[in-house]
């Protein structure tokens, strides 16, 4: 192999490499999260004393989406495939499907809850916070903005083993990630948030915006991850700027 099909090869490669690696830090602060609400340990549920906690069914939707993800960005089968194997990739998408919509409908359960005004309870998942930490402050509820970024992420989630719809795919997650990084700079340069009820927690938008990236790297079948993987000039020349035009502005 010469040192063009090597890079080319790398190109092709390093997308999956990516979601993988995003799919698997989403679901870790999902489950260290659930685990701070199992055991009652405050430094678990909010990334820093007195910012905002995540609630309990917000850390349930990040393991299961980041838990979708890592399976659709699973290695497919190369050469000939094996009963077996077929059995095994078309359960590894049933799962990734089924979690992608309770993600998807944890995202519109909630949204209902605010245009309808009723409550469901399902934002505590059962779990309480001790009267000391919880002193006279209402319960942790899950934010507008990331019952929305769910919905929009988890509807990506389930278009991502799709072969159609990829304009639909790319305007869902990249609509997620530009409310997640809304809500980010209110936490890096201080003000107002930029969107209406944006209460989201720091490590909610943060994972948000991780999944967004990880969930984009799924398809390289056209638009912009077809750009980025490309060999040609245009490829070459946005993977060289796009580093400094995320970087340099923060």
Aim: contains cysteine; aromatic residues 8%; charged residues 10%.
């Amino acid at each position: 192999m010469n040192s063009n099909e090597l890079a080319g090869n790398i190109h092709q490669q390093w997308p999956r490499m990516v979601a993988r690696f995003a799919g698997g830090a989403v679901f870790v602060v999902g489950v260290l999260v659930f685990l701070g609400w199992v055991f009652d340990v405050a430094p678990l549920k909010s990334a820093v004393p007195g910012w905002n906690k995540m609630a309990a069914i917000t850390s349930l939707g990040f393991v299961l989406a980041g838990l979708a993800l890592m399976l659709v960005a699973a290695k497919p089968v190369c050469g000939p495939v094996l009963l077996a194997e077929k059995d095994s990739g078309l359960a590894r998408r049933r799962v990734a499907l089924g979690c992608a919509g309770i993600v998807t409908l944890i995202g519109l359960l909630k949204l209902s809850e605010y245009l309808m005004g009723w409550s469901l309870g399902i934002d505590q998942l059962g779990f309480q916070e001790s009267p000391r930490i919880q002193g006279n402050s209402s319960p942790i509820r899950m934010a507008p903005a990331t019952a929305l970024t769910f919905l929009l992420l988890g509807s990506a989630l389930l278009l991502a083993h799709s072969s159609r719809f990829l304009v639909v795919f790319q305007i869902l997650t990249l609509l997620g990630g530009l409310v997640s990084g809304l809500v980010l700079s209110r936490y890096l340069y201080g003000g107002e948030p930029l969107i209406p009820y944006a209460q989201m927690a720091f490590h909610t938008a943060l994972s948000f915006l991780i999944l967004s990236v990880g969930i984009l790297c799924t398809r390289t079948d056209g638009g912009l991850m077809a750009l980025l993987i490309s060999d040609r000039a245009g490829g070459v020349s946005i993977r060289r700027l796009l580093p400094p035009a995320l970087i340099i502005p923060i």
